[in-house]
Each structure stands twice: as C-alpha cells, then as structure tokens.
Nanobody, 124 residues
Framework: QVQLVESGGGLVQAGGSLRLSCAASGRTFSPVAIAWFRQAPGKEREFVAAITWRGGNTYYADAKKGRFTISRDNANNTIDLQMNSLKPENTSVYYC?????????????????WGQGTQVTVSS
C-alpha cells in the first residue's frame, strides 16, 4: 500500500511561485511514474506533469511547459512541482498520483494511488 501526502499549497498572487511536494511511503514504493493532476471546482481532474521514477523522464501538459517543473528525489521518495508565473486559472486542488504499471501518463486511469490533494489559490 502506497501513501502519498501533498504539501506546499496556499494563496499566492498572480505572477508568483509555489513549490508543491509529495511525500511517498509504503513497504515497497517502486512506481513506474509519479504525476501531478489538478481539479478545479466543477471540472474534471486533469493532467499537469509526470516523471518516470527510474529514468527521470518528464512530461507536461502543453499549457504548463516552461512554467512548471517536476522533479523527484528517489532517496527520500519525494516528488516536487515547482510552479512559476502562476495565473488565477491555475487555482485548483493539486493531487499527487503514483502508477505501479506502465500506461499513458497523461491519463488518470493509469494511476492507482492518490494523495488527498493540496489547495492552490492564485489571486488576481
């Protein structure tokens, strides 16, 4: 069983930055990939970024390229999401997710463990 705990959310002004962190624990934590998704009120949960656990290959939603950076620390089982130049439309609950098996990284169904989420609010 994998547990994922997100932290680092909060209120920030437009143009500001936040760094989200996901701490993973479990007896056998060895995912294929870790991702960040987000969900705004009344909307579907959508892909933000993913990173493969062994190779460190990164993938981003098109709109996030250049502003968001995903990284991992294999030794400490943490996954971070650095978010720069934030916009009010980035306001969402951000979720960390882990995939045990290969799949399409941008698809929610690929992931079988989820955190509880952390709220990010960007004011204009």
């Amino acid at each position: 069983q994998v547990q994922l705990v997100e932290s680092g959310g909060g209120l920030v002004q437009a143009g500001g930055s936040l760094r989200l962190s996901c701490a993973a624990s479990g007896r056998t934590f060895s995912p294929v990939a870790i991702a960040w998704f987000r969900q705004a009120p009344g909307k579907e949960r959508e892909f933000v970024a993913a990173i493969t656990w062994r190779g460190g290959n990164t993938y981003y939603a098109d709109a996030k390229k250049g502003r968001f950076t995903i990284s991992r620390d294999n030794a400490n089982n943490t996954i971070d999401l650095q978010m720069n130049s934030l916009k009010p439309e980035n306001t969402s609950v951000y979720y960390c997710a882990a995939a045990r098996r290969p799949g399409i990284l941008q698809v929610r169904g690929t992931y079988d463990s989820w955190g509880q989420g952390t709220q990010v609010t960007v004011s204009s």
